[in-house]
């Protein structure tokens, strides 16, 4: 086995990545890192800050000048003004939760249209190349599952192991709107459906870094699979293709 092996999930919205993400990382007690939720953390925090979300330069000096993360770490009572200080904690086989200058901002961050001012700053390079060193620090002994549209392209292309998730986009609207608590009805899945395909499109089209099948990805199509089939189908691969 190698040592610290990567494990990438990509795919688009909804497809099952982050709740697979979850459980492979809770069972090999590897390090898990939700490579959306910081694109969603920076299209969050630039639109509170009254940003233009496709000012590159703009963004560029944001992050670089205003935006701290910090990982499991003791938030300090002080905030330097103007900046967005944020404390992501991680759990064993549950997503991070996430506070900013104090404040819990997990149901915000994961909103709809959060989802969306995030794919808009994740089209803008400075930001994908800013955020590259952070997700690539979250690798650490034992080993790294990582979730996101470019783990195993962009991010870990050395990756030990790659899958890329898909399902058919009425699966992942449903999927959705089960996540964000809200009725499944014809109106609701209809609508999210468009959202859910403007996004893809947003993701899969734009010129850096957009979503693709990495080389020699293991895809899965999780239409039909309940959280558990997901999960044995990619736990016996990894076990198959990396013996772990
Ligand atoms: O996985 P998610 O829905 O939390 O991701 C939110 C947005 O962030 C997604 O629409 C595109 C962007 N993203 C990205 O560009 N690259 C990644 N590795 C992960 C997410």
Redesign the pocket.
Known sequence: MADNPVITI?GP??SG??TLAQRLSADLGFNLL???????IV?YTASDAQLSLRDASGLEVFIRDRLRFKINQEPSREIAPGSYEVYIFKHVGVEDTVSINGRNVNLVL?SQET?VN??IV??VPEV?HLLIPIQRAMLTPPGLVA?????GTV?FPDAQLKFYLDASVGTRARRRLDQLQKPVDQSSLVKMISELEQ?DK??RTRDI?P?KIPENAQILDTTNLTIDEMFTVARTTIREQILI
């Open positions: 990509d919205a909804a990545k982050g939700d490579s959306g939720l910081l694109y969603r299209g994961r989802g995030s794919s994740s089209a994908r979730d996101g549209r470019d783990m991010v996004r947003r993701d870094a979503l």
